[in-house]
């Protein structure tokens, strides 16, 4: 089977964008396009982190591939399977695929207990028969509590969202998704509303669920760093496409793409990298530029390198083809198959 750019697809893929396109009408009446052509794959037991500044897209991917958000063009897959977008197809799709958002004190009711929160993905869809419902719906919330590390559960299940810490609301978040014993969890921003000494706590949980429960996780981040730390792959996004995507070795200690290196150089654990400042216009869905779409901020074309491998008109009018999931390290730049095709 290939994808519908003739790549084949990646083995064993849980959940997949092929071919999706987004678009919208902004307040000024202009078509904007948040997904420009977008493949990405990932399979149980592996993290994928999808990076990118605000405006690239990530989080539109996100809310497509959970079925919030219905492609214009493309489809998302399930095992391989087109999602349907009836209630009973969505009803499937987020009974093994549950998302987690990135603001846990606003994502949570401040009026529901803790074991509320919780239960309630169990009740709207009714993973427990009704006359064993109470006993069941409890011990299933006390088993997600604690696979999301609020130990001991039952001390807890009163509690309300502002007696919680910053990070004990995030693990309620998590635990509401674990209750529904999903295959796959998409966390948009996890830790970014979070302090440091927390982060890490909830970075560890996440690749805890992957090795213990063989959980598929896909992490929506602006940050490298938490990439380099938690995913086993990488799609990085810019204007509605993925420009670069890997192994997260081979994306981040051999990054390929003009705007991977940009982002990589002012993460603060990397030193090897001058920093980049990237300048132009911040990216606007309502106007992608012709050719490269990162080309008007680019500083291989800046800095004269583009020009002298004879690519700089290529950056500008020549487009970049969709990069399909397969798990290889994949750039689109034309300065790449330049110097890719260089010998030595
Ligand atoms: Fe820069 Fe050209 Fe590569 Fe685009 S194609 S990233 S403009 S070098």
């Given at each position: 089977?290939s994808s519908p750019e003739g790549g084949?697809l ?6 997949e964008a092929r071919g999706v396109q987004v ?12 997904l420009d052509g977008v493949d990405v ?23 497509t ?6 492609p214009t063009t493309g489809e998302v897959l399930?095992?391989?399977?087109p ?158 496409r993925v ?78 083809e969709i990069l399909p999931a ?19």
């Open positions: 089977m084949p990646l083995e064993g893929a849980l959940l678009e919208f009408v902004t307040r000024s009446g202009h078509a904007a396009r948040a794959s990932v399979r149980r037991g592996e993290v994928l982190a999808i990076v990118g500044e605000s405006g690239s897209g990530k989080t539109t991917l996100a809310r591939l959970i079925g919030l958000q219905r399930l095992e391989g399977r999602l349907t977008y009836s209630t009973r197809g969505l009803r499937n799709l987020r009974s093994r695929v549950q998302m987690v958002l990135q603001d846990a004190s606003a994502s949570l009711n401040p009026r529901q207990t803790v074991y509320e929160s919780v239960a309630e993905g169990i009740r709207l869809h009714k993973t427990v028969a009704s006359d064993e419902q109470a006993r069941n719906e409890a011990e299933l919330v006390s088993a997600a509590m604690a696979e999301a590390g609020l130990r001991p559960p039952e001390r807890l299940f009163l509690r309300y969202p502002h007696e919680l810490s910053g990070g004990q609301k995030q693990r309620v978040l998590i635990a509401g998704a674990l209750a529904l014993r999903p295959e796959l969890l998409l966390a948009d921003e996890p830790v970014s509303s979070l302090d440091a000494s927390i982060r890490g706590e909830i970075l560890a949980l996440l690749l805890k669920l992957r090795q213990e429960l063989g959980m598929g996780v896909v992490v929506v981040t602006h940050d490298l760093g938490l990439a380099w730390n938690i995913a086993d792959r990488i799609a990085v996004m810019y204007l509605g420009v670069e995507c890997g192994t997260t070795e081979e994306v981040l200690t051999a990054p390929k793409h003009p705007y991977t290196r940009a982002l990589l150089s002012v993460v603060p654990e990397i030193e090897e990298l001058e920093p980049v400042v990237l300048t132009g216009e911040v990216p606007d869905p309502s106007r992608i530029p012709t050719g490269c779409r990162f080309h008007p901020r680019c500083p291989a074309l800046a800095d004269g390198s583009a020009e002298r491998a004879g690519i700089a008109d290529a950056c500008r009018t020549a487009p970049l397969t798990g290889l390290h994949r750039v689109a730049c034309h300065l790449d198959r330049v110097l890719s095709a260089q010998p030595g």
